[in-house]
């Protein structure tokens, strides 16, 4: 990739969000955070995110309504769920899941999403 890769963090813990965007900040992402679906909505929808990593949101029916907003506004958003909980979600919600992830093991994942993402591809046709 050429551009800086974007990320979302979701978290509705503040001090793990600040702490969560540091890090990735020191990887050179470009990160957005946001502690819980309004603050979602307030994002401007032209943003474009390569991954969104959704974490520590405990009801089922919060975060199922979180991976359908992310992906309602942002389609070609790769989204990775970080969590104990195991709602039934509907697959088509997000593209990997798992219940956790040291640090390192983190930063690899979000780098293999991006490429998979193509919030930046050409469309095949000219403009």
């Not at 020191?26 to 991954?51: L, M």
Request: proline share 8%; hydrophobic share 40%.
């Amino acid at each position: 990739m050429n551009h800086p890769i974007r990320v979302l963090t979701v978290n509705p813990d503040r001090r793990l969000l600040d702490s969560r965007a540091i890090l990735l900040q020191g990887f050179h992402y470009q990160v957005n955070t946001a502690a819980d679906y309004r603050q979602i909505q307030s994002i401007p929808t032209p943003e474009s995110f390569e991954v969104a990593v959704i974490e520590h949101i405990d009801t089922p029916s919060e975060l199922d309504y979180v991976a359908r907003l992310i992906r309602k506004r942002w389609p070609k958003t790769q989204i990775l769920i970080l969590s104990c909980v195991t709602p039934s979600l509907d697959d088509a919600l997000y593209d990997e899941r798992v219940g956790s992830f040291q640090l390192d093991e983190l930063i690899t994942e979000i780098a293999r999403l991006a490429e998979r993402s193509t919030v930046h591809e050409s469309p095949p046709w000219p403009l």
